[in-house]
């Protein structure tokens, strides 16, 4: 009894640590290669006002031979401040001794990110919360991806995103010129309070927002 208690442990500890595991484990058994894709759209305002929303888009082509065993997007904000947040959309305040140091700029929408059109949620949470697991995607196919963001800090901030094919390192992204897929939005966000939000499809009711580039 006292062996069929451990084995039944050890298999319960196991199925934890796959539970718990999030890319890493997802990650084991990935191909290992070098697959081509494009950032073919990729789209954010670049002024906003505090309480309002926004929509930032990004479409991601698989112009490869072989299917993306995991499209990953890795979100943050530039500068020491975003690369030492926990956040996505978020800055960590140097002040010592804050029981919460880190502080968003934007606050993501609960049921996103998702795939364009659809009302169901995507991006999978992973063990770190800059980044999103779309899942594999296949030769030819194009993921547009929507994060539906609401501005809460006043400033000029750069988001930075990157683009990977897998957990393990050994799935790896490459544009048709060998480089790292990713980009940057600047957005200028005003203390003006605007209560008035973007809609699910992307129309934006409040204000009429130039776009940045990839």
Sequence with gaps: MRAAFAAALLAGLALTVAACGGGESRGANEPAGTYPVKVVDAGFPTHQHIGSTALMELGIRNTGAKTVPALIVDVSIAGKQGQGSTLPFGIRDPQPELAQPDRPV???AARYPRFAGSSEPAGAETSNPKTFDFGPLKPGRTARLVWKLSAVKAGRW???YSVDAGFNGEAR???TGGVEPGGSFTAQISTAHVNKEVTDSGTV??????????
């Design 106 to 108: 934007w606050v993501l």
């Design 158 to 160: 750069t988001v930075l």
């Design 173 to 175: 992204a490459k544009t």
């Design 205 to 214: 009711v409040e204000q009429k927002a130039g776009r940045a580039g990839k």
